[in-house]
Structure formats: structure tokens, C-alpha cells
């Protein structure tokens, strides 16, 4: 069964642009969340998406925006970006919500110069 | 809002000794808990869970003990080994909310 996908792999943006980052979740989860990796920081709980809703948000602010769609595929926009936003960005997809085991993809590492 | 604290950013052992590794979390609401292996360039992978009915959880090497009235997770590694060297992320969960540490750099020697 094929793992959980994240594209682009890498990406270089310039402040005050904006990105969209995309995720395939494993076949038959319904989950997906998504995480913000910062040295030191460890991972950052960004939001979670279930049957196309958002279930859950985390603390970060509204240029962070998010969506799933009917086949749970997922993608995560950040606009306006800003030189903090540079970050190992991770997509984790799991049968259901809360306490189901997550399964991680290997990441988006966007830099904003 | 650290809900979830991994105090030692790093921890080095020397092949065939015991790793333990410790999470502390705030909150008391928690009844989830996990661990994750996490490799360079690479997403973390699950490693071993622990309800907050159980105190202990084994999975061969690995081993997760719960201490819910202090708060306390602890991951126990026997014996360690050179494929073991990773970051370790504990997470802690409730409903639909999960948590993460930062996260310890395990470093087994040969």
C-alpha cells in the first residue's frame, strides 16, 4: 500500500509570496493533518482535516489556511509568506481523528529568502 | 503552550545499553499516547502507543511507561542499537487534538 505523498519535495519562495503545498493521504484515510518542523522547535501542530472539515486548528496565525477534498487529498496554503515560514512542512494521514496512529510523509521543505 | 516538554534535546548511549528517553505533559486530559522515529529527510514513523488505562507497553525492544499521576512518559530502548540513532518525538493526545515535543536526538555509539 503506498505511503503518504507529499509535492513539491523542496521549494524557494521570496516573502510576501504565497505557496500551496498538497498531500495524498494513504488509501482509505480520511485524516489528514498537518505539522510545521522548526530546529528546536519540534513539531507544530498546524490543523487537522476529516470528510473534508476541519476538525481541529493549532496556533498559528490566518495566513495558514488549509483544505481536504472528496478523495481526502489535501493541501495546505500560506500566503504572504515571511522568512519565519521557512520550515520542514509534514502531512500525516490516519484512519480517523485523535488517537488513530499517524502516518507521515516525508515532507515539504520550503525556504522563503 | 508546551503541553508536551521533552527536556533533553539529545541523549547518547553506547550499543547494547538501555536508551530511555522522557516526555513530560501538562495536560491532565491527555489519554493518548505515542512515539515516533523520525530519520534525516524523512517524516516520522510510528513507533509504540500506551493508553492512559495502561501504565507499560512492549513491543520488542521497545517499551512505553505511563506515569499518569506524574505526567510521565518514558520510551525504554534494550538493548540499543546503531540503527536506533534518530529524533525521538513523544506525542500526547485527546479527542481530536495532538501534541508534540520537540523532540530528543538519540545517538547509539557502536
Known amino acids: 500500500k503506498a505511503g503518504v505523498t507529499q509535492t513539491p519535495r523542496y521549494l524557494i519562495k521570496t516573502r510576501g509570496q504565497q505557496v500551496t503545498l498538497s498531500c495524498s493521504p494513504i488509501?482509505?484515510?480520511?485524516?489528514v493533518s498537518w505539522y510545521q518542523q522548526t530546529p528546536g522547535q519540534g513539531l507544530q501542530f498546524l490543523f487537522e482535516?476529516?470528510?473534508?472539515?476541519?476538525?481541529n486548528k493549532g496556533n498559528f496565525p490566518g495566513r495558514f489556511s488549509g483544505r481536504q477534498f472528496s478523495n481526502s487529498r489535501s493541501e495546505m496554503n500560506v500566503s504572504t509568506l515571511e522568512l519565519g515560514d521557512s520550515a520542514l512542512y509534514l502531512c500525516?494521514?490516519?484512519?480517523?481523528?485523535?488517537?488513530?496512529?499517524?502516518?507521515f510523509g516525508p515532507g515539504t521543505r520550503l525556504t522563503v529568502t | 503552550d508546551q503541553q508536551v516538554k521533552q527536556n533533553s534535546p539529545s541523549l547518547s548511549v553506547q550499543e547494547g545499553r538501555i536508551s530511555i528517553l522522557n516526555c513530560d505533559y501538562t495536560?491532565?486530559?491527555?489519554?493518548?499516547f505515542l512515539w515516533y522515529k523520525k530519520y534525516p529527510a524523512e517524516g516520522p514513523t510510528f513507533l509504540i502507543s500506551?493508553?492512559?488505562?495502561?501504565d507499560k507497553n512492549e513491543d520488542g525492544r521497545f517499551t512505553v511507561f505511563l506515569n499518569k499521576s506524574a505526567k510521565h512518559l518514558s520510551l525504554h530502548i534494550v538493548p540499543s542499537q546503531p540503527g536506533d540513532s534518530a529524533v525521538y518525538f513523544c506525542?500526547?493526545?485527546?479527542?481530536?487534538?495532538?501534541?508534540f515535543g520537540a523532540g530528543t536526538r538519540l545517538t547509539v555509539k557502536p
Open positions: 500525516a494521514s490516519s484512519r480517523g481523528t485523535g488517537t488513530y496512529e499517524q502516518y
Open positions: 488509501s482509505g484515510h480520511r485524516s
Open positions: 482535516y476529516f470528510s473534508e472539515t476541519q476538525r
Open positions: 495536560n491532565s486530559m491527555f489519554d493518548y
Open positions: 500506551i493508553s492512559s488505562i495502561k
Open positions: 506525542a500526547a493526545s485527546v479527542d481530536n487534538d495532538m501534541r
